[in-house]
């Protein structure tokens, strides 16, 4: 891999690497990805929504990667595979390596624990007691790190991410800024007018190949341990409430809110700002559409539900709004007169 300014691939280099067939010139050179609207010299764009298949004939990409059945809509070179949208982001990947920090320890750090020679520990950054930090680690400023966690081989924590005493990180996890993991749930008991807090005794376990979204939070627990599956991926202002149990490989847009005591089988996948109540189960598969509220569990797998109005005119909404608030007299009326004409068959 060599270049003139910048760095390239082959698509033979990229097929080598990640698979696929390569279709027309192996030796084109590509160097960074792109749409198909916006691509142009050394640029490989994809195609995975067949609704942008037009585009095939207008884009300045040096090459395309494609579905088996879109393959012949683009003449020039391509790549062929089964899933380009996944192909696409292990290119992009290639392309444009991330960072990697110089290992080592600021001298504004305050560290109590042995730190492998290996993690590169940024400025102000604060790490407790019988902390367990494993081989290549990258720890960026102003993160915090409580007593006795364990945060797992090859984890990032971007800026000012919190790890709250005893909660343990998985392996090759990214935890973007503001993350806090392990605060204490919600937990007051009521005694008259006033709320006694109630100790949160359990911690946070995630699990290998987690990615948490910035300003996210994910409770301890209150006796038992919150869990979040290996393979989750978690977006920016997400609150999972204490003892929930996150199943692997499930998925959770931004502004989703999960209530205590929640579990989501594998592979769920959550829209933005879905609200669930807690102690509630969703079997595996789930998927809920944005900004559902979901007020009882689901407990057949690979079911797909919503339950919001389809976006209307402001004066239709409060029809629609108005007719539903007298849904409770209507069924009653229904009921009533669902009896009378059972007794007149019954009379006649």
């Given amino acids: 891999m060599t270049g003139l300014g910048e760095a390239f691939y082959t698509l033979a280099d990229i097929a080598a690497q990640l698979g696929g067939d390569v279709l027309g010139d192996g030796q084109t050179r590509i160097s960074q990805v792109a749409s ?110 409580g007593d006795g966690a364990v945060v797992g081989e090859g984890s990032v924590l971007y800026p000012n991410v919190t790890i709250y005493h005893g909660c343990r990180i998985g392996r090759q996890a990214i935890l973007h800024a503001g993350v806090v993991i392990g605060a204490d749930g919600f937990g007051f008991a009521p005694d008259g007018k006033e709320w006694v807090k109630i100790p949160q005794v359990g911690v946070v376990i995630i699990g290998d190949d987690v990615e948490i979204g910035a300003n996210t939070t994910i409770d301890r627990g209150a006796l038992d341990d919150t869990m979040v599956g290996d393979g989750c991926k978690i977006d920016n202002l997400v609150m999972i409430g204490h003892n929930c149990n996150i199943g692997p490989y499930s998925v959770i847009a931004g502004c989703t809110g999960m209530a205590g005591s929640t579990t989501l089988g594998e592979h769920c996948i959550l829209g933005g700002a879905t609200m669930i109540s807690g102690h509630l189960t969703l079997a595996p598969n789930t998927t809920i559409s944005g900004g559902s509220t979901v007020m009882r569990s689901i407990l057949e797998p690979g079911g797909v539900y919503a339950s919001v109005f389809p976006l209307d005119s402001y004066e239709h909404w409060m029809r629609n709004a108005s007719h539903i608030r007298r849904l409770s007299k209507l069924a009653d009326r229904v009921s009533e007169l669902e009896k009378q004409l059972k007794e007149k068959h019954i009379e006649g």
């Fill in 36 to 145: 198909l609207a916006s691509a142009g010299e050394g640029d490989i764009a994809f195609l995975a929504n067949r609704k942008y298949r037009n585009q095939l004939q207008s884009t300045g990409a040096a090459a395309v990667i494609l579905a088996p059945d879109a393959a012949d809509g683009f003449a020039g070179p391509r790549i062929v595979t089964a899933n380009p949208y996944a192909y696409y982001a292990r290119v992009a990947t290639l392309l444009n390596p991330a960072s990697v920090e110089t290992a080592g320890i600021h001298s504004t750090a305050v560290t109590e624990s042995v730190i492998p020679a290996s993690v590169f520990v940024g400025p102000k950054v604060c790490i407790g007691k019988n902390v367990s930090i494993g081989e290549g680690c990258r720890i960026h400023a102003g993160c915090v790190i």
